[in-house]
């Protein structure tokens, strides 16, 4: 039986980095995208490979829709020449970047750049990749617990995670015929490089997340993997068109 490959966007650092190990782990070949840190893919790369896996790592910017049809032709190239298929099993839309500003502050170059990364981005780079997504695939959006809760500082990030919320309810009808499901991940807050950091370095900031969460604590990168395992795995096969929080409970 074919082995299942899993394309996860921003896979050089955070979340995506942890994604791509743990489900290597399960025995999933991972195709990792990276976009500035190439020396990060590669270690993650090295990391899969030492562990009996197989890593492919790829450059794209998800800001720039205008590569993607370039991408999915590398990707194709990639997917026969690395693992002998002609297509990928999962997609985890992943990358991103916080920007953190004020309703009444946020200029319009944040709000356009979040934007694109964050919404643009996927959407049309799923797009590109509809027709190397196999049937009976699954794609898994990551949104943010913030498109639930608001915290000052991220009405522009977290609009963006609200419209991804919407459009995956879209792809999940959409491709429902092709037995391929959509669902969103949103994480509370994580201690990753995400927004400089803050959450894992900011002592202050970190324990005012673990006072706001039924669990404790604040999130590690470990948490989200394991959500993700799961939606992927047999227990996810009736779940689509679903938003799936994985917070601890934040701000129940
Ligand atoms: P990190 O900053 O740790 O990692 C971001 C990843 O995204 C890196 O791999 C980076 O690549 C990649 N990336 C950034 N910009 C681009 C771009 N323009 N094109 C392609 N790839 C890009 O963040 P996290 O892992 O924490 O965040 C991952 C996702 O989780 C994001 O969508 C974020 O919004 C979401 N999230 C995070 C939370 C948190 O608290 N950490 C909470 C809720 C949601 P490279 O390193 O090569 O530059």
Known sequence: MNRKIALITGASRGLGKQMALHLSAQGIDIIGTYHSRA?????VAETIEQGGGRALMLALDVGDS???AAFAAQLSQGLKQTFGREGLDFLINNAGIGVRAAFAETREAQFDLLMNVQLKG???LTQALLPLLADQGRIVNVSSGLARFSLPGYAAYATMKGAVEVWTRYLAK???PRGITANVLAPGAIETDFGGGAVRDNAELNAFVAANTALGRAGLPEDISAAVAMLLTDGGRWIT???IEASGGMFL
Do not use: I, K, N, V
């Open 122 to 124: 996927p959407f049309f």
């Open 39 to 43: 020396d990060e893919a590669q270690r």
């Open 66 to 68: 205008s590569t993607f």
């Open 241 to 243: 068109g679903q938003r």
């Open 174 to 176: 959409e491709l429902g």
